[in-house]
T-cell receptor, first 110, second 115 residues
């Protein structure tokens, strides 16, 4: 059974600081997604990572995938309040069958 | 604009009643999914369908039922057998599994409260 673990579960940080969210998974996969969810809202796709060593960047967010280590990271650079949300990683293990991590709730304080 | 429409946004039901959540997509996607989200937790897969008239159980299918009579529609029924139905339900769709760079597209969700 595929297990996906994110850490930390909760992250409170000051604006302007950098931080990394980690996503570990238990079985082989070369497809991983990052989503953002605002309170009470749906999930918005952020990144699709399709191969070992893949790196994607959008604004202050950068995601990477190491399939050998079964690890993905979401790095936040110079955080701003608008990045406050819950971030989920999801691992594809059977062709669009996603298993989600428990989420990382990010709060960026002014 | 293409997208996924879930209705209603909020739903209140008495214990023991069946309730059906609607999900419609106009993205021409082959696959559709139902996920459940509990407060402070990740998403868990209830059912999925990759083609019309076919669907499979996910990780937590007990107490739920679905149908896929049309490509664009995938309604979810929460039956009285579901022991803890209060949750946020999200419908999603995607292109056929061969499209590796296609993420799931999610609807805006239905928040079900059963008392």
């Amino acid at each position: 059974e595929l297990k996906v673990e994110q850490n930390p579960l909760f992250l409170s940080m000051q604006e302007g600081k950098n931080y990394t969210i980690y996503c570990n998974y238990s079985t082989t996969s070369d497809r991983l997604y990052w989503y953002r969810q605002d309170p009470g809202k749906s999930l918005e796709s952020l990144f699709v990572l399709l191969s070992n060593g893949a790196v994607k960047q959008e604004g202050r967010l950068m995601a990477s995938l190491d399939t050998k280590a079964r690890l993905s990271t979401l790095h936040i650079t110079a955080a701003v309040h608008d990045l406050s949300a819950t971030y989920f990683c999801a691992v594809d293990h059977a062709g669009n069958m996603l298993t989600f991590g428990g989420g990382t709730r990010l709060m960026v304080k002014p | 604009d293409g997208g996924i429409t879930q209705s209603p946004k909020y739903l209140f039901r008495k214990e023991g009643q069946n309730v059906t959540l609607s999900c419609e997509q106009n993205l021409n996607h082959d696959a559709m999914y139902w996920y459940r989200q509990d407060p402070g937790q990740g998403l868990r897969l209830i059912y999925y369908s990759q083609i019309v008239n076919d669907f499979q159980k996910g990780d937590i299918a007990e107490g739920y039922s679905v149908s896929r009579e049309k490509k664009e529609s995938f309604p979810l029924t929460v039956t009285s057998a579901q022991k803890n139905p209060t949750a946020f339900y999200l419908c999603a769709s995607s292109t056929y599994r061969g499209a590796r760079n296609s993420p799931l597209h999610f609807g805006n969700g239905t928040r079900l409260t059963v008392t």
